[in-house]
T-cell receptor
Framework: KAGVTQTPRYLIKTRGQQVTLSCSPISGHRSVSWYQQTPGQGLQFLFEYFSETQRNKGNFPGRFSGRQFSNSRSEMNVSTLELGDSALYLC???????????????FGEGSRLTVL | GNSVTQMEGPVTLSEEAFLTINCTYTATGYPSLFWYVQYPGEGLQLLLKATKADDKGSNKGFEATYRKETTSFHLEKGSVQVSDSAVYFCALNVGAQKLVFGQGTRLTINP
């Protein structure tokens, strides 16, 4: 069974640009979550999508957005990039059937974004 | 609010030593608790979990007990191996699939 796939794995952008990251969840998983990992702030929750609807959102500015498609694949977008957006962006999927498996996430290897 | 505090690393041990990584939490309600591990060059993996007070999660020789009275979920292993070298994250679940993570503890095991 294929794992969570994130693309691209590495990218470099300059301030003011925008970026779109993609995530393909494990087959059958309908919940996709995004996390930002930085040395200073650690792992921080961005948002979660389930059945194409945003179900939870973290404390990030509106420049950070996401969406989920009918096949459960998800994208996140960061507009007007700032230096502080440099981070590893992790996508995670889960079965999320009722209360079963809450918090049991399967993570991808991440997309490492560098903003210059 | 909800938060997780882990012992600061890095932690360096010799092979076969006893490991404890401390984790305490603050939460409203009754969260589930988790330990995730990040091996070098890989994504996070769920190591173990506990969903209610006094539950013990275990996997790969690691154990952690959900202690509501001390709001703790310390990770232990009786005899570590070089292959256990990784970053360990304690986390709590605050609803749906939202996890609040601790800062992570980098563990290095020397042969």
């Amino acid at each position: 069974k294929a794992g969570v796939t994130q693309t691209p794995r590495y990218l470099i952008k300059t301030r003011g640009q925008q970026v779109t990251l993609s995530c393909s969840p494990i087959s059958g998983h309908r919940s996709v979550s995004w996390y930002q990992q930085t040395p200073g702030q650690g792992l921080q929750f961005l948002f979660e999508y389930f059945s194409e609807t945003q179900r939870n959102k973290g404390n990030f500015p509106g420049r950070f957005s996401g969406r989920q498609f009918s096949n459960s694949r998800s994208e996140m977008n960061v507009s007007t990039l700032e230096l502080g957006d440099s981070a590893l962006y992790l996508c995670a999927s889960s079965l999320a059937v009722g209360g079963q498996g809450a918090g049991e996430l399967f993570f991808g290897e991440g997309s490492r974004l560098t903003v210059l | 609010g909800n938060s997780v505090t882990q012992m600061e690393g890095p932690v360096t041990l010799s092979e076969e030593a006893f490991l404890t990584i401390n984790c305490t939490y603050t939460a409203t309600g009754y969260p589930s608790l988790f330990w995730y591990v990040q091996y070098p060059g890989e994504g996070l993996q769920l190591l173990l979990k506990a969903t209610k007070a006094d539950d013990k999660g275990s996997n790969k020789g690691f154990e952690a007990t959900y202690r509501k009275e001390t709001t703790s979920f310390h990770l232990e292993k009786g005899s570590v191996q070089v292959s256990d070298s990784a970053v360990y994250f304690c986390a709590l679940n605050v609803g749906a699939q939202k996890l609040v993570f601790g800062q992570g503890t980098r563990l290095t095991i020397n042969p």
